[in-house]
């Protein structure tokens, strides 16, 4: 897909971290990006800085996402490019002993469904309502392109560690959603393709101190540091503009494979 100001993005999670790079790297190749978030004020002081259009949205409520899609899609029109980056991590073990008392402590299901309902279920959703919009335009070259659709999945899906259950069950769905959903919308000319980061200098990473950022970038193999959100969103622009690249989830981490905690 050639990238130009004929061409509208919506991207979730784009108040901060891999969400505000990637809706920043696509506003700098003149596409008319509409910014989705929960977090209003970050989102349209983000939105105002790059001239695209900001709408409050959770991904979890159909109503929400509809009207987000509405008030930007009479912005910008019919999106072709959706970056899902909207998601929410915790670190709590399926079932743990308390080391002084030996009482027996299970993972709740309600934050572990809130997991899911955000990072999966706000994917599919997300998916679905712009994938139905992408197929009412023409396509835009002889190979009958009509969008693209980038899902934010994570290492975790594949090597998951102590305390991530949640959070890799999620990202793991997203990232088997992949191939399926590209399948489903090949004869449509609209592609899919999942990102998995590894360690990324993103709020996930906020409250840790200096020391155990610097110990985390360590495990790295090469580069031995945090990932950049912008080299995030170095990835996901060129999966747009490359449209050999459909059914696909790329890991984006630095060589490594997470220890086991």
């Known amino acids: 897909m050639k990238l130009g100001s004929d061409v509208a993005a919506v991207v979730t999670g784009a108040a901060s971290g891999l969400g505000a790079a990637t809706a920043t790297a696509l506003a700098a190749k003149g596409v008319k990006v509409g910014l ?133 069950a999620s990202k793991g769905g997203v990232q088997a959603m992949t191939l399926p959903v590209a399948r489903d919308l090949a004869r449509d000319g609209i592609r899919v393709c999942s990102i998995l980061p590894g360690l990324f200098n993103t709020p996930m990473f906020a409250g840790l101190p200096e020391e155990a950022k610097k110990s985390l970038a360590a495990t790295v193999p090469f580069p031995s540091r945090l990932g950049d959100p912008s080299e995030y969103a170095m990835l996901a622009v060129h999966i747009c503009e490359n449209v050999m690249l459909n059914g696909e989830s790329i890991r984006l981490d630095g060589a490594i494979r997470l220890a086991p905690r």
Do not use: W
């Open 36 to 168: 989705l978030d929960v977090n209003e004020e970050s989102g349209r002081e983000l939105a105002a800085r790059i001239g695209g259009t900001f709408a409050r949205c959770d991904v979890t409520d159909e109503a929400s996402v509809d009207s987000a899609l509405t008030a930007v899609r009479a912005a910008h029109g019919q999106e072709r490019i959706l970056v899902n980056c909207a998601g929410i991590a915790i670190a709590k073990r399926i079932v743990r002993r308390e080391k002084e008392t030996g009482a027996i402590e299970l993972h709740d299901l309600a934050s572990f469904a809130k997991v899911i309902q955000v990072n999966l279920i706000g994917t599919f959703l997300m998916m679905a309502k712009c994938a139905a919009g992408m197929m009412t335009l023409e396509p835009l070259s002889p190979d009958g392109e009509r969008g693209v659709i980038i899902n934010t999945a994570s290492v975790a899906a594949q090597d998951g560690q102590i305390g991530q259950v949640a959070y890799s």
